[in-house]
């Protein structure tokens, strides 16, 4: 009888360690903390290891040279257009999508007829392969075939009633919309750099709705009857009750689209390829000519890294308002 009394408290024991809340939450969430340290981890190592040596294509284990790589690269040219120009495109565009995907979500979430198919038409850009999106924007941008140099000609700027709008973009614009001298998007360097955020920008657009959606609708209805009753509505009721209650979730919205902005290289590289003579070069696209088609993968490698920094105390302080402005 003692030992069965002995043997039962510690089962008990033992049975209330393995249903502790410490010990489930760290076997369930172990194998996404594996998962993401070999999937982001190790490159993240190897680059840093690769980022210290002269390794190229030929030879991943070069000789170590300390930050030379980082020197070399910051006295580059290129590499200062590159960083300027990824510093204008993750800014430009997350103020373009920010805006947009407020309205946006706004207007989506209230109810009228064909929401839904509206709802679907603003997820396709994001839903579709990145590829196939800029390359049917390279068709859309092409110095022959553009769609948008085709409606500019022949809709917006020709002669009668818009003929005082062609005077007003012609004087403001250093370039002319005419038939046969179209606007070169991705052959002139600020229209390329501007087509790029563009695009860029359209394809972010519906991640950044969906989670404004999910915080309209995370705000309960008595907030908005309260706002109702206190007269606020329109703008009044934006500013005062919705977006102070949207902040922690636009916080977040900010901070992947940041990531998503500066990592990205797909489009840039469809697009222009970092052209025309190096204009549009983004971080992204100079670390891979220079590292992998180049073969200098311990420049390629330092240059892939210099917005790391960066990227991590922006966020870690919008995760920390997003926090302080929760808990407020």
């Known amino acids: ?3 069965a009394t002995v043997a039962g408290p510690r089962q008990r024991r033992w049975h209330d360690v393995f249903e502790g809340r410490r ?7 172990a194998p996404a903390v594996v998962f993401i340290f070999v999937l ?6 190897l680059a840093v290891y690769m980022s210290m040596t002269d390794a190229t294509a030929g030879e991943l284990s070069g000789k170590f040279v300390g930050f030379d790589n980082f020197v070399n690269a910051w006295d580059d040219p290129v590499f200062r257009t590159a960083l300027r120009n990824t510093l204008l495109f993750t800014i430009i565009s997350q103020i373009v999508v920010l805006i947009s995907a407020g309205l946006l979500a706004h207007a989506l979430v209230r109810p009228f007829r064909g929401r839904w198919f509206l709802r679907l038409l603003i997820l396709l850009p994001w839903a579709a392969p990145i590829p196939l999106g800029a390359i049917a924007w390279l068709w859309i941008y092409d110095s022959l075939f553009s769609v948008v140099n085709w409606t500019l000609v022949h809709d917006i700027l020709p002669g009668g009633g818009s003929f005082y709008l062609y005077k007003v973009v012609n004087a403001v614009t250093p370039w002319t919309v005419e038939p046969f001298n179209p606007p070169q998007w991705l052959g002139d360097p600020t229209l390329a750099l501007g087509a790029v955020i563009s695009v860029h920008a359209w394809r972010v ?3 950044a709705v969906v989670i404004f959606l999910a915080g309209l609708a995370s705000i309960p ?19 005062y009750v919705s977006l102070p209650l949207q902040l922690p979730i636009a916080t977040v919205a900010l901070l992947f689209g ?9 489009v840039v590289y ?8 190096n204009s549009s070069q983004m971080l992204t696209t100079w670390a891979y000519q220079t590292g992998v088609n180049g073969g200098s993968l311990g420049e390629g490698a330092a240059i892939s890294l210099y917005l790391l920094p960066v990227l991590f105390v922006v966020a870690v302080l919008m995760l920390r308002f997003a926090r302080k402005v929760e808990v407020s």
């Open 23 to 29: 010990f489930l939450a760290s076997i369930l969430i």
């Open 40 to 45: 982001v981890g190790g490159p993240l190592f």
């Open 258 to 266: 940041i990531v998503f902005t500066a990592t990205d290289m797909v």
């Open 205 to 207: 657009i519906p991640f």
């Open 1 to 3: 009888m003692e030992a």
């Open 221 to 239: 209805n008595e907030v908005n009857d309260a706002a109702k009753v206190d007269g606020a509505t329109g703008l009044k009721k934006f500013w």
């Open 270 to 277: 469809i697009l222009t390829r970092g052209g025309p003579f």
